[in-house]
């Protein structure tokens, strides 16, 4: 339990630098990042595998960097229907949902 509310934190803390970081994504407030967080985990959870699968083709012929175009084409999702967090185009899009996997990533290997 411990781990996966730290791994939601983490998440949370991504979207923030996310925003910050990235030119034409930008964030409300705090709980519009918790709401972006849960919303990009139910997604990760219950679509991404699905879109996998669909895209495995493709993935394979790029040697698997179109997943960090599924990774864009959700973190887009999410700002268009989460109210507070604004991505104004696909590119933002996808340098945020790397900084998001970015920090996820090294604060999983940090526990």
Request: proline share 3%; hydrophobic share 65%.
């Amino acid at each position: 339990m411990k781990k996966i509310v730290i791994q939601f934190l983490a998440v949370v803390l991504g979207v923030f630098l996310a925003a910050e970081l990235v030119n034409g994504v930008s964030i409300d407030g705090l709980y519009a990042a918790t709401v972006v967080a849960i919303v990009l985990g139910l997604l990760n959870v219950l679509v991404r595998p699905i879109l996998i699968a669909l895209t495995l083709p493709i993935t394979i012929v790029t040697l698997g960097l179109f997943i960090f175009i599924l990774n864009g084409i959700l973190f887009y999702f999410v700002g268009t229907i989460v109210k507070g967090f604004y991505v104004t185009g696909f590119i933002p899009a996808l340098l945020g949902a790397l900084i998001v996997s970015l920090v996820s990533w090294g604060i999983q290997k940090l526990q």
